[in-house]
């Protein structure tokens, strides 16, 4: 079983939909918890970081951590072409010798 | 402020042959990672630098990959010699201490023939 688990997709969305991204985790020490976006040929861009439980809101994004069901999401509000990229989450433990895992990422398209 | 500088952005190399990448973290990160993202795979940590000191290398294929990273600053990973499976988008990352948010670079794109 891998660490880190997210549906692949492809997602395709209308101009304005409410995005829903998920990855979901067997290691319940994991505690950091992050979201990347990444534009086709383009290093992964830091969207979200959070520690431990709960939500986090920035812009149109927001990020939730559900450590009891060892699930995470990233919600995207009034979604724009823009958006359109791959999006990866990532997590890790608390500590020294505590890599990141990542999620193989989740393909994103916004239609005009 | 600038980000995390990585070069050569593209590289063709021929099977055998050595390759080397570099990468200048953002100033005052003292965590340097570099990554290998296959093709629609989300990126492996290869090795983890905190300073100067390689602290996880478990995932570098040490027959050929090495990695260096003089004065805890600037870092370079070499491959020799590359086989086709190397193929990938070599990434590197910096991150100001262990387990805050790590910020990428654009990536090495390499294409081993």
């Known amino acids: 079983q891998k660490e880190v688990e997210q549906d692949p997709g492809p997602l395709s969305v209308p101009e304005g939909a409410i995005v829903s991204l998920n990855c979901t985790y067997s290691n319940s020490a994991f505690q950091y918890f992050m979201w990347y976006r990444q534009y086709s040929r383009k290093g992964p861009e830091l969207l979200m970081y959070?520690?431990?439980?709960g939500n986090k809101e920035d812009g149109r994004f927001t990020a939730q951590v559900d450590k009891s069901s060892k699930y995470i999401s990233l919600f995207i509000r009034d979604s724009q072409p823009s958006d359109s990229a791959t999006y990866l989450c990532a997590m890790s433990a608390m500590g020294t010798g505590n890599q990141f895992y990542f999620g193989t990422g989740t393909s994103l398209t916004v239609i005009p | 402020e600038a980000g995390v500088v990585q070069s050569p952005r593209y590289k063709i190399i021929e099977k055998k042959q050595p390759v080397a990448f570099w990468c200048n973290p953002i100033s005052g990160h003292n965590t340097l990672y570099w990554y290998r993202q296959n093709l629609g795979q989300g990126p492996e940590l290869l090795i983890r630098?905190?300073?100067?000191?390689?602290?996880?290398d478990s995932q570098l294929p040490k027959d050929r990959f090495s990695a260096e990273r003089l004065k805890g600053v600037d870092s370079t990973l070499k491959i020799q010699p590359a086989e086709l499976g190397d193929s990938a988008v070599y990434l590197c990352?910096?991150?100001?201490?262990?387990?805050?948010?790590?910020?990428f670079g654009q990536g090495t794109r390499l294409t081993v023939v």
């Open positions: 990352a910096s991150s100001l201490v262990l387990n805050t948010e790590a910020f």
């Open positions: 630098y905190e300073n100067e000191e390689a602290v996880d």
């Open positions: 959070t520690y431990s439980s």
